[in-house]
């Protein structure tokens, strides 16, 4: 596969300690696309190994806007269903830059071990030193060792490591869209997780047509008068709860935003730190960088402050835990109880449809209606639009928010960045693959 | 004629470095930037934008410009960000002199138009 692609996908089986590389046949592309068409492929592969696949969308990492996803598709040891967890911030790009559009992991380490991907090589790597620190340990080690504070991970904390079934697999020091308990598959499988580095080249077959068109596509997108809100408060004011910004307010410092996405869905809260503070902070460890609406909103219910739900969704992060099902689940009112409770959590969360996206992301349309009538069919089209931005490798949150990232121009720009001739019925046929 | 950065609209989503490195390796590729979104203090979330321009290294931080003469020992109360290092190595802002239909990349392509010529 010679274009929007490294041509390679990484076979590592921790039973036996080896790597293996294969070609990307660009007839799978024909077929399967990308993101969580080939994820899914792989996994149905690899199935008797009950693998663990890494990917990314076929645009990940190029001009289209919001080209900033990658995906961890895996059988939830909660649920039992094979799900699919989006790769946000800037980690998903990483991913494709490091050298590899997919990677499938087999078996299990008889120590803990992580991966270290990176420019095209791909090591199992002794994590002894690792395991039992927490993400933000961890994280910070790795970044020392390796001498490049851009490392980018993936990896889980003592949540994962006790096989807590809210284990989440998080990325750098944050919470993920992980409400399918990979933390703890990754644990069960002594995989503390992945560090990744790449400054990779990829090739695009129509380069000049494919920036033409994204910048198109983008001053369409910019449009939107949302785009000029940032954060989680507008969301979550747009989906119709009240008084988010006076209580966010006072402990908020930026907003940032994923891999060339228009919208800056992630929110900074400064709890030991002045939030108006410019300057760098001298403090280690001034806040908590916060990216899950429905967490937010479960601490801001149950009676937190900003500054003491920001404190709980930090612990939370450290600790690799899903802070939606500790809000939600642990019935805890203070920090202390909070922190207390990670090991005894207990209870179920409801995911939408058929219950292989996170809902992360919120189930409907925001900021925009999209046309929609009616909730059955709001759910149809969430799970459709889930699957075709993971496909793709677009954000799946700014998706829900913007219809000129549509079907039709992610095929045109899939088919002029691969000069292969993608079709709306191929498409049909990867998302029905994909709903099952 | 430059290129001008306001670091405070600035959401660090890299579009930037993305698409100057494009102007220099008709490919997709961050090597080649002259612009970069540096990011390397992220659990401060204290990020902005660098610009190597021929002779200075512009540092657009939250607080405000510092413009650099390349070649001067740096600031030693200013710990040096992991970003800057490979700056100084590549070829500094030429404005996309070649991309007649774009003007500067970085510019046509903020999303949050936190760069703009100046």
Known sequence: ?436 | MGIKINALKCTNCMACEMVCSYHRDDGFAFLSACIVAYRARERKDYFGVLLKEDDVLIVARPEGLEINKIGEEADPDKEADASAKPMLLREGCDLCEDMDDYGPMCVAFCPADAIELD
């Not at chain 1, 380490?109 to 991966?115: H, I, K, R």
């Not at chain 1, 790597?125 to 994280?139: I, P, Q, R, Y």
């Not at chain 1, 069960?188 to 090739?203: D, P, T, V």
């Not at chain 1, 690799?320 to 207990?346: M, R, Y």
Request: net charge negative; with cysteine.
């Open chain 1, 1 to 436: 596969m010679e274009y929007l692609s490294t041509d390679k996908i990484l076979i590592i089986d921790l039973n036996a300690a080896e790597v293996e590389e294969e070609d990307l046949d660009e007839t799978l592309v024909k077929e399967k696309i990308g993101g969580i068409g080939m994820t899914t492929y792989l996994y149905d592969k690899y199935k008797e190994e009950d693998p663990i696949v890494i990917g990314t969308g076929l645009l990940t990492g190029t001009t289209y806007p919001a080209s900033a996803s990658g995906q961890i598709t895996a059988k939830s040891p909660v649920t039992g269903k094979v799900c699919h967890c989006p790769v946000i911030y800037k980690l998903g790009v990483e991913i494709k830059y490091a050298g590899f559009d997919y990677i499938v992991v087999k078996g299990r380490s008889e120590s803990p071990v992580y991966l270290w991907i990176h420019d095209g090589v791909a090591d199992i790597s002794d994590a002894a030193d690792l395991w039992g620190k927490d993400v933000w340990e961890a994280t910070d080690e790795l970044r020392k060792f390796v001498g490049d504070d851009l490392l980018q991970t993936m990896l889980i904390g003592p949540a994962g490591e006790n096989g807590s079934d809210y284990a989440q697999v998080c990325y750098n020091h944050w919470n993920s869209p992980d409400r399918f308990g990979f933390g703890k598959l990754f644990g069960s499988r002594n995989l503390k997780g992945f560090a990744f580095r790449g400054m990779g080249l990829i090739e695009v077959a129509e380069p000049e047509d494919y920036v033409e068109r994204s910048l198109e596509i983008l001053k369409e997108v910019k449009e939107n008068k949302f785009l000029g809100k940032k954060g989680l408060a507008p969301i979550l004011t747009a989906l119709g709860e009240e008084g988010v910004d006076e209580w966010i307010d006072p402990v908020t410092h930026r907003h940032s935003a994923d891999y060339f996405t228009p919208y800056a869905s992630n929110t900074a809260l400064f709890l030991d730190e002045d939030p108006g503070l410019l300057e760098e902070s001298k403090k280690e460890e001034p806040g908590v960088l916060v990216s899950d609406l429905y967490a937010l909103l479960g601490f801001k219910n149950s009676g937190f402050s900003a500054k003491d739900a920001g404190s709980a969704l930090k612990a939370c992060a450290k600790y690799g835990i899903d802070p939606f099902a500790v809000a939600k689940l642990s019935g805890k009112t203070t920090l202390e109880e909070i922190t207390a409770s990670f090991d005894s959590i207990s209870g179920e969360i409801t995911i939408p449809g058929r219950g292989i996206f996170s809902p992360w992301c919120p189930a409907g349309p925001v900021f925009n209606d999209f046309g929609l009538a009616g909730e059955d069919g709001t759910i149809a089209w969430w799970e459709r639009r889930q699957a075709v931005s993971m496909i793709f490798g677009i954000q799946p949150m700014f998706s829900l928010m913007c219809p000129e990232l549509t079907e039709e121009n992610m095929l045109e720009l899939a088919s002029l960045g691969t000069d292969i001739e993608l079709t709306r019925e191929t498409l049909d046929a990867v998302v029905d693959t994909i709903l099952g």
